[in-house]
């Protein structure tokens, strides 16, 4: 097997965090210009990695999420039991759990041991560049293209996220079509917080994926709440999410101790269409929500 292209990416210069911050042109070249390159090497790292690599799946989500959508997705007459598991905490803000927090060790080995790969990925510059973030969606330059994470990525979106925000969001219907994704990382003294914002996004759904043993204080999530006119403020535990529309405005509180890593999917219309402000859709037949979107993925990215 020829590990050309793995070998070609390691031996990238990256550009610097100063240029990525100030996202010079040749940053964004950089990126354009390696897409493929950076592709085959994270298809040749998996191949080169696979025995050592922890499968990732869906058997790291919670048993009760897991068993209520596998229902819902045969019968979607069952979708009721998903909605069960969600627990309003602000105001059109949901909680529930996703993943199992004795099986997050898995897919933190098999992200920590792609930080590892020393292929470059790109970090997420949304808002501030977080260093120890990557994009994760095929439509990103520079995301993390293991076929193995792929393949999770996307069931992640299609088979969960999208028929719940269907659920909890009708309006967004036909606002749902793309993807993007990436994740994020909180350490004191390096990227602490994120100042109140919306996102780019019809639907957001966050997952904390620190481990049990992973502690952390600060760091909540605060929403507005636009009745009362003031912030809640709400705290990941391990494996739990939080959805919520992309236009409630929320900030993240600077993390005093410990470290917090996130992934963040968003789902938004053909060229980042959203929903307008305001809209009331009722519920449409069950069966409409509970299926898979049919139609190609373009290249919009909001950043
Ligand atoms: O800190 C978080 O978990 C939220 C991050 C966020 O709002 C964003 O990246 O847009
Ligand atoms: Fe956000």
Do not use: C
Not at 143 to 159: C, K, S, V
Not at 181 to 204: E, L, M, Q, W
Request: charged share 20%; hydrophobic share 40%; proline share 7%.
């Amino acid at each position: 097997m020829s590990t050309n292209q793995l070998h070609q990416a390691r031996h990238l210069t990256l550009p610097s965090r100063e240029a990525m911050l100030h996202r010079v042109p040749s940053v964004q070249q950089f990126w354009t210009h390696n897409y493929h390159l950076l592709r085959e090497a994270w298809k040749e790292w998996e191949e080169s990695q696979n025995a050592s690599l922890s499968p990732i799946g869906s058997a790291l989500l919670d048993s009760r999420l897991r068993e209520a959508v596998a229902h819902a997705w045969e019968d979607p007459s069952k979708e009721s039991a998903v909605l069960e598991l969600m627990h309003e905490v602000a105001p059109d803000v949901f909680e529930f759990q996703f993943f199992e927090p004795q099986r997050l060790a898995d897919l933190r080995t098999y992200l920590e041991q792609a930080w590892d790969a020393q292929i470059p990925l790109r970090p997420p510059y949304g808002i501030v560049l977080n260093r120890r973030g990557a994009m994760l969606d095929s439509r990103s330059e520079g995301y993390l293209a293991a076929p193995g994470f792929q393949a999770f990525y996307r069931e992640l979106l299609n088979t969960y996220m999208r028929p719940i925000a269907r659920l909890l969001f009708p309006e967004i219907m036909g606002y749902d079509t793309q993807t993007f994704g990436f994740s994020i990382h909180y350490k004191p003294n390096t990227d602490t917080s994120i100042r109140p914002h919306t996102d780019a996004s019809a639907v957001t759904l966050n997952i904390n994926i620190n481990l049990p043993n992973e502690p952390f204080t600060g760091s909540t999530v605060d929403f507005y709440n636009p009745s009362a006119g003031k912030m809640i403020p709400l705290a990941f535990t391990s494996g739990s999410a939080m959805i919520h529309r992309g236009n409630v405005v929320h900030a993240a509180q600077p993390i005093t101790s410990g470290e917090r890593t996130n992934l963040v999917l968003w789902l938004y219309g053909d060229n980042g269409r959203m929903p307008i402000q305001g809209t009331q859709r009722d519920l449409v037949d069950a069966k409409l929500r509970w299926r898979m979107p049919t139609g190609q993925l373009d290249n919009f990215a909001p950043f």
